[in-house]
C-alpha cells in the first residue's frame, strides 16, 4: 500500500496548487529503488504573484525584501517555500528541494524535487484532506465479502466478489483499499468495467467522491433493473443523471464542430471527468491530453472553472452533471 499511498500525497499536492489557479507544467516520478515505496518526483510549477481564490485574487507569493539595483531596476525576493502549501497530514512525510528556476514563454516556472515517504503519513490523512461520503460505518461486511470470495479466481476475474465489494463501498477509492490487491482507485474501475459490474455510461459511481448507490440500489448497476439513481443528502456526492440529463447533451457532432472535440474523446468522457475531478491535472489525466489543449477544450466548453477552486472552496464545493451539461448546451448554443 506504501506506493499507492506516496501517489496519493503528490495528487494532493498537484490539486493543492492548482485549486488556487495555479498551474503544474510538468510532474516526473519515479521510486528511489526497484521494488521501494519512497516516491520521487520532479515538478515544473509556474509562478504566480497572484492566486485566485473564491472568485477573487490574493498575494500567492508575499515578498520577503526589495531593493533598487543599477539602473533603477527592482529587485524583489521570494521565498519557494511560500509557493507550495503541502497537505497538513502529509508535512512530515514529504520533503522538498528547489532544483532550478528560469523564464519560459514570459512566464516563471520553478522546477522542485519532491520525495514522498509513505511511512511517515499521517495516518488520518484521507480523513483530514479527502471529502468522504458517509460516516465511520461505511466498512463493508467483511464477512460477506468473503463469504462470496473465490480463492481459485484473483480478485479481478472473480465477478461475485466484486460485485459485491461495488455494492458495499460508496468511491472506487474506497474498493481499492478493501480488495485484495495493491492498485489505485482508477485501476479498480478499470475492472468494474471489464467485470459487467460498472457502466461508465451511467456515471453512477467514480474514483473520488461519488459512488454507488449506498444502499446497493439497482438503478446504479447494469442488467440489475431499471429505475432513476437515487439521490443522496450528503452535499458532498453528486447523484448520476437522469436518462433525461443524458440525452439532453448536445448532438456531439454540433460540439465538435463548434469547440474542436479532440479525436478519441467523446463528450460523455468530458462530463465524466469534469465531476469526477478536482483539478485541471485530474482533468488531463482522465482524458489523456496534454494540459494545453486541456484548459483549452474546458475553456471553451466554459468548464475551467468548475475544475479550479474546489480545495479553496472548501469540501461542499461540488459539481453536479446537470450543471456540466447545461454549461456544454450553453456552448453549443452559442451562448457562452
Known amino acids: 500500500m506504501g506506493l499507492r499511498t506516496s501517489f496519493d500525497v503528490l495528487s494532493r499536492i498537484v490539486e493543492r496548487y492548482e485549486s488556487r489557479g495555479r498551474s503544474v507544467r510538468r510532474v ?18 509556474a509562478v504566480s504573484l497572484c492566486s485566485a481564490v473564491g472568485g477573487g485574487t490574493r498575494p500567492a507569493l508575499p515578498p520577503r525584501t526589495a531593493t533598487l539595483t ?12 511560500d509557493l507550495l502549501d503541502l497537505p ?8 522538498m ?3 532550478a528556476v528560469g ?8 522546477t522542485v524535487d519532491l520525495t514522498v515517504d509513505p511511512a511517515a503519513v499521517d495516518e488520518g490523512i484521507d480523513e483530514n484532506d479527502a471529502p468522504r461520503d458517509r ?19 484473483p480478485p479481478y476475474e472473480d465477478t461475485d466478489y466484486l460485485r459485491a465489494l461495488y455494492e458495499a463501498c460508496d468511491t472506487f477509492s474506497e474498493m481499492s483499499r478493501r480488495i485484495e490487491m495493491d492498485v489505485a482507485a482508477e485501476t479498480v474501475r478499470r475492472y468494474m468495467i471489464e467485470a459487467g459490474v460498472h457502466d461508465p455510461v451511467s456515471y453512477a459511481t467514480s474514483t473520488g467522491d461519488e459512488g454507488p448507490s449506498p444502499d446497493g440500489d439497482a438503478s446504479a448497476h447494469p442488467g440489475d433493473g431499471g429505475g432513476d439513481p437515487t439521490t443522496d443528502s450528503d452535499p458532498d456526492r453528486n447523484p448520476g443523471p437522469t436518462t433525461d440529463d443524458r440525452e439532453s447533451l448536445p448532438d456531439e457532432r454540433l460540439v465538435a464542430d463548434g469547440v474542436g472535440l ?11 471527468a469534469v465531476v469526477d475531478s478536482v483539478s485541471v491535472f485530474e482533468v488531463q489525466r482522465k482524458l489523456d491530453l496534454d494540459r494545453r489543449p486541456t484548459v483549452e477544450l474546458l475553456r471553451q466548453l466554459d468548464l475551467l472553472d468548475l475544475v479550479m477552486h474546489r ?22 448554443a452559442g451562448e457562452a
Do not use: H
Request: contains cysteine; aromatic residues 2%; negative net charge.
Open 70 to 81: 543599477e539602473g533603477d531596476r527592482l529587485q524583489v525576493e521570494f521565498s519557494a517555500a
Open 262 to 272: 479532440p479525436e478519441e474523446v467523446e463528450l460523455s468522457d468530458v462530463v465524466e
Open 103 to 110: 523564464v519560459t514563454d514570459e512566464e516563471v516556472v520553478l
Open 28 to 45: 516526473e516520478v519515479a521510486t528511489r529503488e526497484a521494488g521501494g515505496e519512497c516516491l520521487c518526483a520532479t515538478m515544473d510549477v
Open 88 to 95: 497538513p497530514a502529509a508535512t512530515e512525510a514529504v520533503s
Open 97 to 99: 528541494a528547489t532544483r
Open 311 to 332: 480545495v479553496a472552496d472548501g469540501p461542499n464545493r461540488g459539481t453536479s452533471y446537470e450543471e456540466v451539461a447545461t454549461r456544454i448546451r450553453r456552448c453549443a
Open 135 to 153: 460516516g465511520d460505518d461505511v466498512a463493508p461486511d467483511t464477512a460477506a465479502l468473503e463469504a462470496v470470495r473465490d480463492e481459485s479466481l
